[in-house]
């Protein structure tokens, strides 16, 4: 006896529909699956023999033999459970309700018969909401499946709810309604929350970050709080646009990540060590799974301790920086993996840290420093717009500086960001702006890159101050935030001895 | 801000058929105010010594159907309207009474022409490079001294000195005086420029309304009013036949000072300069020269060296100099917003004069042996 109903499994970021065909067929008891399945989806028979057993149905006593298509890609997830599952009561006629040719089973099975959830399902909903099938996944995962608008899905806690549903005839769908609207975020003070007081330019230099996405560097010596001036910043970071939650969250859903927070659309913040692997960063596996680099799409990525990264780490990180797209070669298929994030960066001027700080402190030579800082300098640092030097712990900042946080919208500004045309901000410029480039030029011997980047790091500063047009107020500011600490990005360090 | 009825009154009263300049003169003598002119019964109008036709035109004119379309298109082009009764007219117009519109489109800036001392800079269209070069030093130099600078937005000298006000960066102001409508940029070429201009807070200015067309007679007549408007008229390079000379001619009349520039005896286009100079005008060679002219007159002319150093510049100068303080500290010690703090730090930290260390502090530079040469004496070049 045969039957077939419709699976999926994750190829990538997206899910791949697979036909799941079961044949009950005779011969002495067996079970076996082709179609490219891998170890877990093997193991699926144990787990399918067990639930059929805890939860009452009868699991056939002869030959089983289950066929995944298309057979070109592995399947590596054990979320075809559920359709192998049913797929065998169907054959077995222990369903009676058989029209389930518009259906899409997703979901693992413990060994007493519970539907569980596994990674994928945001996937999976967007692959039934684009092929327009009706979801069955397992009823936990109800508020990432009712994230995806007007698909039609039903939950289901365990095996046998399923099939009394299913026997009773057609099911009622739930059509999802989609996200709900991203309230405005309250954004609580980042500022008081980490006790910063004063760093009036910290504060400023981070604000500028968060409205314009802007790749940035923190040098300093340890024990200054980088780390922290990265935390505010994540704070301060608008939430994510309505259509960059779908986006982000099937990114989570693929890995395994809970995509709770996702879906309020608060943005990607991925830290991972120094240690990482390469394809820890780019990604990796068959079929892939996204790295480091694609978890922070659309939010931000922190690497502490910049010149401890592998050179190799270092060298893939140009790449998605400028083309905001990782892509992986596996045989003949090509995955492209989106890797939008703003990158931020600390690290200690020299190996022991006090370099130009606390040069009294500082033991290390010419040479050493330049060894630690090489895989940082040239074309990554290339790509960092903003830099700071932080010299002192910023709690301990005198209280001078008594005016607190700028009063912008980071949000509103933005948007205004993302409005304006980055190949014509120069039509931006006033004169006075031309004018201070064109000095940075003739003293600074400014690369086209840097202009660029300059100017672009000034369109986000006149934004924030509500300005249609750059200023060489605007440039004149983004210019203090682009000078700093550019002996340790751009490889012009000196013994300290010697300076 | 919407032009007073009484603007209206006046411009409109200019397209009665028959009412020239010198009647319009006349009416507005004698009634004092344009609403009374259209008012005016036949025997008062031709008491006041303008024709009994233009009088019947005056009476065949439909008032309400072309203010309405005046304020529309004043609207829609964003040009303003103001008489001589507003505030913001330019002073010197309201002396010359006889030349003066009584009325002037405009669009930017007004308000630096009642404050500041203004000099015409004019000279021809077809105008050598070095004449060019000259214009735009002397554009320059004039608005660091804190002097507004105006002229026509003509091909040559005139676009020349434009662009070296503007190249102060937007401290310095200048205004055109265009022959056409605000609308009709002319010569199509500079409407970047009057952006321009109007972007660094200068203004544009016209007797003509927006939409009309830039007519070579009125080039001549706008002279005029640069003149008028200038409390001096300097004469960069003009040939012997030249529009700056009727400048020029018209700011004698005016008895406002008028200057040149000398030229080679055997470059022609020079020859209307020169002989400027021959009939009494001031020769000029440098800044100063135009500046000494106006000792007597109640304007703040800062000296070369105060414009050396913007005033945010020598503020910050000057606090360096007390104690290091950071740029955090600077914006409230110096009274600056913090745009304005980080400009001005950028600025002289790029040239060297002040440098900031890896703690924030701002120190004196490499070049602050200078800073007091420029405070002191003036820069011995620009
Ligand atoms: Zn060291």
Redesign the interface.
């Known amino acids: 006896m045969y039957a077939s109903v419709w699976g999926c499994a994750l190829d990538g970021l997206s899910a791949q529909l697979v036909k799941v065909e079961v044949d009950v067929g005779r011969g002495l008891p067996a079970f076996e699956v082709v179609g490219l399945p891998n170890r877990t989806v093997k193991e699926s028979r144990d787990r399918i023999r067990s639930a059929f057993r805890n939860t009452g149905f009868q699991f056939p006593p002869t030959r089983v033999t289950v066929n995944l298509a298309p057979a070109d890609f592995p399947k590596t997830s054990s979320t075809l459970d559920l359709p192998i599952a049913v797929a065998i009561l169907l054959a077995t006629d222990q369903i009676n309700w058989t029209d389930l040719g518009d259906c899409l089973f997703w979901g693992e099975l413990s060994l007493d018969g519970q539907i569980q959830s596994c990674r994928g399902i945001i996937n999976a909903a967007l692959l039934a909401g684009k092929e327009g099938m009706s979801l069955i996944y397992p009823k936990s995962d109800r508020p990432a499946v009712e994230s995806v608008s007007g698909l039609s899905a039903q939950g289901f806690a365990d095996l046998s709810e399923l099939v009394s549903v299913f026997n009773q005839g057609k099911p009622k769908w739930r059509i999802s309604k989609g996200l709900r609207k991203v309230g405005v975020f309250q954004i609580p003070d980042p500022w008081q929350q980490l006790k910063i007081s004063?760093?009036?330019?910290a504060k400023?230099f981070l604000t500028v970050a968060a409205a314009g996405r802007h790749n940035l560097a923190l040098v300093g010596p340890p024990g200054v709080g980088k780390t922290m001036l990265v935390q505010a910043l994540k704070e301060l970071l608008p939430p994510l646009r309505q259509a960059e939650i779908l986006e982000v969250a099937r990114i989570y859903s693929a890995v395994g990540l809970e995509v709770k927070a996702v879906l309020k659309g608060e943005p990607p913040f991925r830290a991972p060590h120094h240690t990482v692997t390469l394809t820890g960063l780019l990604g990796g596996g068959l079929p892939p799974k996204p790295g480091e680099m694609t978890l922070a799409h659309k939010g931000l990525l922190f690497l502490d301790e910049l010149p401890e990264f592998s050179r190799k780490a270092l060298a893939v990180l140009r790449e998605p920086l400028e083309s905001k797209v990782i892509r992986l070669s596996r045989g003949n298929k090509c995955y492209y993996f989106p890797s939008d994030f703003q990158l931020a960066c600390a690290f200690n001027p020299c190996p022991c840290g006090f370099h130009?700080?606390q040069p009294e402190k500082c033991r290390c030579t010419y040479r050493e420093i330049n060894a630690y800082l090489r895989p940082v300098i040239g074309p990554l640092a290339d790509r960092i717009h903003l830099r700071l030097?932080v010299?002192?712990p910023l709690w301990e900042e005198?209280a001078?500086?008594r005016?607190e946080a700028?009063p912008v919208s980071i949000e509103a500004a933005r948007a205004e960001v993302e409005n304006r045309d980055q190949a014509r901000l120069e039509s931006r410029l006033?004169?006075?702006?031309r004018?201070?480039l064109r000095?940075?030029f003739k003293?600074?011997q400014l690369s086209a890159r840097a202009y660029y980047q300059l100017l672009s790091v000034a369109s986000t500063?006149s934004a924030l101050?509500g300005s249609e047009?750059i200023?060489?107020?605007?440039?004149?500011?983004a210019?203090?935030y682009r000078?700093q600490?550019a002996e340790y990005l751009e490889g012009a360090v000196e013994d300290a001895a010697l300076s | 801000m919407p032009p007073s009825p009484e603007a209206i009154s006046l411009a409109l009263l200019m397209e009665v058929p028959g009412v020239g300049p010198l009647s319009f003169r006349r009416l507005l003598t004698h009634f004092g105010s344009a609403g009374k002119v259209w008012a005016a019964s036949r025997q008062e109008w031709c008491q006041a010594g303008a024709t009994p036709a233009a009088w019947e035109a005056k009476e065949a004119f439909d008032y309400t159907a072309a203010a309405g379309k005046l304020r529309a298109e004043l609207e829609e082009t964003g040009v303003s309207l103001i008489s001589w009764k507003d505030p913001l007219f330019p002073p010197n117009l309201l002396h010359l009474p006889a030349v003066a519109p009584g009325f002037l489109y405009y669009k930017g800036d007004l308000r630096p022409l009642q404050e500041k001392l203004t000099v015409a800079v004019v000279g021809t269209r077809r105008a050598t490079q070095e004449g060019l070069n000259l214009a735009a030093r002397f554009g320059l130099e004039l608005v660091q001294a804190g002097v507004a600078v105006i002229s026509g937005l003509a091909r040559g000298i005139d676009g020349a000195a434009h662009r070296g006000a503007l190249k102060a960066g937007g401290r310095g102001y200048t205004a055109a005086v265009l022959g056409g409508g605000l609308a009709r940029i002319y010569p199509p070429e500079h409407g970047k420029l009057a952006r321009e201009i109007l972007r660094s807070g200068g203004a544009l200015i016209s007797e003509y309304r927006p939409s009309h067309p830039p007519l070579a007679p009125q080039f001549k007549a706008r002279n005029r009013i640069i003149a008028g408007i200038a409390h001096g008229v300097l004469v960069v390079e003009a040939p012997k036949k030249s529009g700056a000379l009727l400048t020029a001619g018209y700011g004698l009349e005016a008895g406002k000072e008028v200057f040149a520039l000398p030229g080679s005896l055997a470059n022609p286009n020079w020859t209307g300069s020169n002989n400027l100079l021959k009939a009494g005008a001031k020769l000029v060679t440098e800044l100063d020269d135009i500046l000494s002219e106006f000792q007597h007159l109640p304007f703040e002319v800062p000296s070369l060296a105060d414009a050396f150093f913007s005033a945010s510049e020598r503020k910050i100068l000057a606090a360096v100099a007390e104690k290091p303080c950071s740029l955090e500290d600077l914006p409230a010690l110096v009274g600056l917003s913090w745009g304005e703090a980080a400009y001005t730090v950028s600025n002289l930290q790029v040239k060297k004069y002040i440098s900031v260390n890896s703690e924030g502090r701002i120190l004196p530079g490499p070049l602050w042996s200078r800073v007091n040469l420029g405070l002191q004496k003036g820069p011995t070049s620009l």
């Open positions: 004063g760093g009036l330019l400023r130009r700080f030097a010299a002192r005198q001078s500086s005016r700028f006033v004169q006075e702006g004018h201070f000095l940075l003293e600074e500063i101050e047009l200023s060489g107020e605007h440039l004149g500011e210019w203090q000078w600490a």
